[in-house]
């Protein structure tokens, strides 16, 4: 018995050996990477309920030898000229474990139990109290729109420059659902990087809200608008199925599942399925989208300067839907002889609650007495509808 | 099919960009419409049997408010189910930092 041998065979089978084989420093290298990023998510709390298991699903997926996902697969099943074109079968004989997971983002049925949740813990009140405020999610969706023709700029191909400007729409399964459909490849990037920005709002909002808006609008104090009945917040998420998915119908995925969670939370008869929405399901698609999103995060389609270019992209995108938000807060509280605090615009980029509390954090700098909240609620719930049409919109185009 | 390709050019894709902000303009401008209107509808109704049930309820003196089930009959409830009053008690002893059995609460009413 040659024992030299067997530790030669044993050490040269281990993933350690990989490391040091060919591509192997790329699997190193994204180790690392997986490890700040469960850094941040753990100490530094950038959305750990998400970052935690992208930031696994990474670790996971670059362990040489573990054959947990497999990039090929999905290359092929992407490629109309291969035999395993749209295989599922083939993915199914032949995957990982965490290839089965990411089936569930591929069919886009993570994304949208995402929005069934989102929907079932989302009060439209407010807006429907002011549905002035739908304007206001329009206008902050001026990044996506800016950052795709950046990333044009950039000689990224249209699908991907698409993928890259939802970011600035500043909603996770929003991104995630358009970035599987037009450039999954990206996927890994668009998502840590659109879910790290969200966690930055804090930081990356205010400059732009004093930059924009004076001393004096922001310590607008707005008025209550009209209490909602519930009857009108039942029929709200009917009429916005019927309309919205009328309008666009690539859309229906996303705002179908948002408006039958938020339907499930408002009838007050089905309290047991909004309940397992809002906790269970949600708790339960959490973690396998995230693992699945960070198994895309392969060595060789993450350490590109592509990926550089995505969050710098991603910033500017955030900015911009900021900005967008702004200019048109702004605009109506001129044309309301400053009845509407502008900081409310900037809680348009979706990103349900942070971007209401942060409008909320500047307008009582500017005057300690004001609470904007329920007021900045509104164009953030219409920043999430806002998004999903601006999705459906290039889904149409370029899908 | 995509309506838009690689191929296309820049302005063409540029174009695009602002078609659909746009078109994110208009859908939600619609929206708007049909939600004033939906919400004009509720609030006429609202108006109609308002006095209808003021007027039957005018001779009759104004019934106090039932005390809140599980308390010592001294908070009042206006228009305020009570998950939502025990909930906000909670948010008030959590601000105050004192403990809820210190505090007392009067009346808790939705102000609209």
Redesign the interface.
Known sequence: MDIGKILLDLWNDSGFAALFVGFGWQNAVMLAISCVLLYLAIVKKFEPLLLCGIAFGCLLTNLPGAGLYHQDLWDNFMNADHADYHSYGTVLSNGGLLDFFYIGVKTSIYPCLIFMGVGAMTDFGPMLSRPKSLLLGAAAQLGVFAAFVGALLLKFTPEEAASIGIIGGADGPTAIFLTSKLAPHLLGAIAVAAYSYMALIPLIQPPFMKLLTTEEQRGIKMEQARSVSKTEKIVFPIVVTLFVALLLPDTAPLIGCLMLGNLLKETGVTDRLSDTVQNALMNIVTILLSTSVGATMVGSNFLTVQTLSIVVLGVVAFVLSTCGGLIGGVIMCKLTKGKVNPLIGSAGVSAVPMAARVANKEGQKANPSNFLLMHAMGPNVAGVIGSAIAAGFLLSVFG | M?????A?S?AE??L???L??G???L??????I???I??KI??AG?KKTAPAAKAQEAPAPAPEAPAAPGTAGQLKLHNVEPKTAAMLMAIVANKLGKPLNELRFISIK???
């Open positions: 995509p309506v838009l390709t690689a296309s820049f894709l540029s695009t960009a602002l659909g902000y078109v994110v303009f859908g939600l401008i619609l929206l708007m049909v939600v004033t939906v919400g509720f609030t609202e939705e102000v609209e």
